[in-house]
């Protein structure tokens, strides 16, 4: 499983990106992001990458314990479905009730 620690960004992006790579090239494709708690736009472009691999290989990417930054990150670039999230904005807007 690709690993990254506490925080995916620019600063780590290009070491995570290379890991995650090679593991999921060996068909490793399962990524927890339960311990993310510093992401930025690196996140998702390194996200994105291993899911073009995945798919490379007839496999896609399972992402599990993915912060709600990072899943609104994909939601703004509009990738979430890409990456197999759900969208946020769906998810996060309060019902409307309409009287008639």
Do not use: I, K
């Not at 990254?4 to 490793?28: W, Y």
């Not at 496999?59 to 912060?67: D, F, N, S």
């Amino acid at each position: 499983m690709p690993s990254f620690g506490a925080s995916l960004t620019n600063r780590n992006a290009a070491a995570v990106l290379r890991d995650g790579l090679s593991r999921v090239t060996q068909g490793d494709v399962a990524v927890d992001c339960s311990a993310l708690v510093q992401v930025d736009s690196a996140a998702v472009a390194v996200l994105l990458a291993w899911q073009r691999a995945a798919a490379g290989r007839g496999q896609a990417l399972a992402l599990t314990g993915v912060p709600p930054q990072l899943a609104e990150l994909a939601s703004l670039y509009g990738v979430d479905g890409l990456l197999g999230l759900a969208p946020v904005a769906a998810a996060s807007l309060p019902e409307h009730h309409h009287r008639h």
